[in-house]
């Protein structure tokens, strides 16, 4: 089964830029039945899907985000990473991993990780 | 982009039966999949591709999809149904949610 795990800062300033990384365990980046996404869920609201990757490149972002969002992938460490650049107090949330679960094209999130949150604070 | 409108909160009496609705343009043609948040955790899929329940999940969830409207059916309401629940899909190559309903178990 499955684990992921979000590691990265918890506090960042305004203009700064935001980078987390999610660790897989129990199974391969390499597995192509997953792009590997990721969510954020600011307090008190819902969840908005950031973006995807798959292990061989290609990512799919929200097109809010887009500008400022890059999504690698590391398949040596079996990690993935989200970069955010130019960071503001809208983008305080509780940023999760999951696989993104793509086989037959139905491309739901059926492993999470624990969440990380992220203050964006002067 | 594509929208998906559920309602903000549902109230059902423990052991009875809660509807969750997400509604969307011929979301029927749509590949639809269900999330439930209690509070505090992260999101745990309980339905995907409409009605089909991933291993551990209860036989009370279930799913339908048609026309305008899905809905999530968790029959034998428990106190741990309690939480959040969202609808999602792959829209033109991004995923997609509705705005959430809280069921609340009287």
């Known amino acids: 089964q499955l684990q992921l795990q979000e590691s990265g800062p918890g506090l960042l300033r305004p203009s700064e830029t935001l980078s987390l990384t999610c660790t897989v365990s129990?199974?391969?980046?390499?597995?192509?039945?997953?792009?590997w996404g990721w969510l954020r869920q600011p307090p008190g609201k819902g969840l908005e899907w950031i973006g995807s990757?798959?292990?061989?490149?290609?990512?799919f972002y929200n097109p809010s985000l887009k500008s400022r969002l890059t999504i690698s992938v590391d398949t040596s460490r079996n990690r993935f990473s989200l970069t955010l650049t130019s960071v503001t107090a809208a983008d305080t949330a509780v940023y999760y991993c999951?696989?993104?679960?793509?086989?037959?094209?139905?491309?739901?999130?059926?492993?999470w990780g624990q969440g990380t949150l992220v203050t964006v604070s002067s | 982009s594509y929208e998906m409108t559920q309602p903000l909160s549902v109230s059902v009496a423990l052991g009875e039966t809660a509807r969750l609705t997400c509604g969307a343009d011929n979301i029927g043609i749509r590949n639809l999949h269900w999330y439930q948040q209690r509070p505090g955790q992260a999101p745990v899929l309980v339905m995907y591709r409409d009605d089909n329940r991933p291993s551990g999940i209860p036989e009370r969830f279930s799913g339908s999809n048609s026309g305008n409207t899905a809905t999530l059916t968790i029959s034998r309401v428990q106190a741990g149904d309690e939480g959040d629940y969202y609808c999602?899909?792959?829209?033109?190559?991004?995923?997609?949610f509705g705005g959430g309903t809280k069921l609340t178990v009287l």
């Open positions: 129990g199974g391969s980046l390499n597995d192509p039945t997953y792009y």
């Open positions: 990757i798959d292990y061989s490149g290609p990512t």
């Open positions: 999602q899909v792959w829209y033109n190559y991004t995923g997609v």
């Open positions: 999951a696989s993104n679960h793509r086989a037959t094209r139905l491309y739901y999130f059926d492993y």
